[in-house]
């Protein structure tokens, strides 16, 4: 039986809903707009905020359909799960240097099905169905930084 890896310790109890939905925005807006995930981030289980760097502001239009986005992959219901690497292999394949100096030679691997990949040795759900209803609240863009603050409309039962 294979062992699992082990990892630095991680400090923080996510809300496994919001991190997981966290992960598919930062895929989206990464993908739409090029920018890179977020650069700042405060995710929490009532809201979450998001920060990413962007020329200009996004448009209402176009925030509507980050939210459609992120609701498809919910809605799709698909499978998280996790793999281990060695860290000099993932050079090239992630921003290495958002790890901290500290972080150890294996890293984990977060996958939101085929959607989306990062690094993380958070919390996460088992499949998007377990997220909720997705919808971002506000947003505010100011001197090249755009802020997405999102909540969830939780499925019952879920922490």
Not at 3 to 20: G, V
Not at 79 to 88: F, L, P, Q
Not at 94 to 105: K, Q, T
Request: hydrophobic share 35%.
């Amino acid at each position: 039986m294979e062992q699992e890896p082990i990892l630095n310790a991680h400090n923080k109890d996510e809300h496994r809903p919001s991190h997981t939905a966290e992960h598919i925005l930062n895929g989206t807006v990464a993908r739409l707009y090029g920018c890179g995930r977020a650069f700042s981030s405060h995710v929490e289980r009532k809201k979450s905020k998001l920060d990413y760097h962007l020329a200009q502001p996004l448009t209402e239009e176009q925030i509507r359909d980050l939210e459609d986005r992120v609701n498809a992959v919910i809605a799709a219901d698909v499978e998280v799960w996790t793999e281990y690497a060695r860290k000099a292999d993932m050079a090239g394949r992630f921003e290495l240097n958002r790890l901290p100096d500290d972080a150890s030679e294996t890293v984990r691997i977060v996958h939101v099905g085929n959607y989306d990949e990062c690094l993380c040795a958070g919390q996460h759900v088992e499949r998007t169905g377990q997220i909720g209803r997705f919808r971002i609240s506000s947003s505010r863009w100011q001197d090249g930084v755009q802020r997405l603050v999102f909540r969830l409309d939780e499925t019952e039962g879920h922490d």
